[in-house]
Antibody, heavy 116, light 107 residues
Framework: QITLKESGPTLVRPTQTLTLTCTFS??????????VGWIRQPPGKALEWLGL???????RYSPSLKSRLTITKDTSKNQVVLTMTNMDPVDTATYFC????????WGQGSLVTVSS | DIVMTQSPATLSVSPGERVTLSCRAS??????LAWYQQKPGQTPRLLIY???TRATGFPARFSGSGSGTEFTLTISSLQSEDFAVYYC?????????FGQGTKVEIK
């Protein structure tokens, strides 16, 4: 059974860096073809792709956020980490990590509020 | 970026009715199109992938079609549990992009 779970702070101050960890089970990110992605959803709004990392460590970032995003993986821990710098109130959203393309399994989501 | 435009934004429907949701892409592509269902307070669920393949757990009343720039999600007979927001998403060109969603609500 595949599961993913996001963890990290619920409140971030403006200009701070957000670090979210996706801990997963039921698959290996060293298996060919596998990827873990990050998607966010501001309250009441639509979904937005942030980026993803593939089994071979290839990465994709949203062009509009590329300068602020870093995605890394720790295959031995079954974890993927999303780092987003210079957080702003507009980044307030629920952040999801997902399995494969298109995402067939999603984490429960982590609501991150950016506020002073 | 490929812009995905969904219409209508909201659809008021009675149970048992046939529902057709539209998703239009700003650039043409073949079949790398997915649909998701999201109920209030829940995580999105993959509903359709490859434009027309139904994901595990969804009944046959859901069907997807289309290619190029026009894609459609059809619910043949809407059930009470189908009231939700539906999103389309292209995964043909990075960055993958979602539509703004269509809310299917009770009439």
């Amino acid at each position: 059974q595949i599961t993913l779970k996001e963890s990290g702070p619920t409140l971030v101050r403006p200009t701070q860096t957000l670090t979210l960890t996706c801990t997963f089970s039921g698959f290996s990110l060293s298996t060919s073809g596998v990827s873990v992605g990050w998607i966010r959803q501001p309250p009441g709004k639509a979904l937005e792709w942030l980026g993803l990392i593939y089994w071979d460590d290839d990465k994709r970032y949203s062009p509009s956020l590329k300068s602020r995003l870093t995605i890394t993986k720790d295959t031995s821990k079954n974890q993927v980490v999303l780092t987003m710098t210079n957080m702003d109130p507009v980044d307030t959203a629920t952040y999801f990590c997902t399995h494969r393309i298109p995402p067939d399994y999603w984490g429960q989501g982590s609501l991150v509020t950016v506020s002073s | 970026d490929i812009v995905m435009t969904q219409s209508p934004a909201t659809l008021s429907v009675s149970p048992g009715e046939r529902v057709t949701l539209s998703c239009r892409a700003s650039q043409t592509f073949s079949s790398n199109l997915a649909w998701y269902q999201q109920k209030p307070g829940q995580t999105p669920r993959l509903l359709i992938y490859g434009a027309s393949t139904r994901a595990t757990g969804f009944p046959a009343r859901f069907s997807g079609s289309g290619s190029g720039t026009e894609f459609t999600l059809t619910i043949s007979s809407l059930q009470s549990e189908d009231f939700a927001v539906y999103y389309c998403q292209q995964y043909n060109n990075w960055p993958w992009t979602f539509g703004q969603g269509t809310k299917v609500e009770i009439k």
